[in-house]
């Protein structure tokens, strides 16, 4: 009977270890699943550095039952009022003005130098070795 008894609570305390094992790893994969969805969100948001990430407490954050971060937007909406600096200035289809062409740069040869800027180009150049 003590055999039983034995072998029933061995088997109860490694249910107990499973059951904690797999709390954690889920608790991970939602910790993943979180940030790959606040990744996307702040992309679609127009994040230039998704290092900014860092700068949200995700710890209330939950994932909804079709696996979207509730409140993401808003969220982010509200990290963009805050720390504009981290997002993309927002084009405006509006702008007249034109980019520039791209050309590459002019050499200009000694000939056409003063003599002045000869020397000064000459010394930058002896600065280099």
Request: aromatic share 4%; hydrophobic share 45%; no cysteine.
């Amino acid at each position: 009977m003590t055999d039983e008894m034995n072998n029933a609570q061995e088997w109860q305390a490694r249910a107990e270890s499973a059951e904690a094992a797999l709390s954690r790893v889920q608790a991970e994969v939602d910790a993943r699943l979180i940030r790959a969805e606040l990744k996307a969100e702040a992309l679609r948001a127009g994040m230039v550095d998704l290092d900014g990430l860092k700068l949200l407490d995700t710890e209330d954050l939950r994932l909804t039952e079709a696996g979207d971060v509730a409140d993401a937007p808003a969220l982010l909406a509200r990290l963009k009022r805050a720390k504009p600096w981290l997002f993309g200035v927002a084009m405006s289809s509006s702008s007249a003005a034109n980019p520039p062409r791209p050309e590459p740069p002019r050499t200009r040869h000694a000939n056409d130098l003063s003599h002045e800027e000869w020397l000064a180009a000459r010394a930058v150049l002896l600065r280099r070795r």
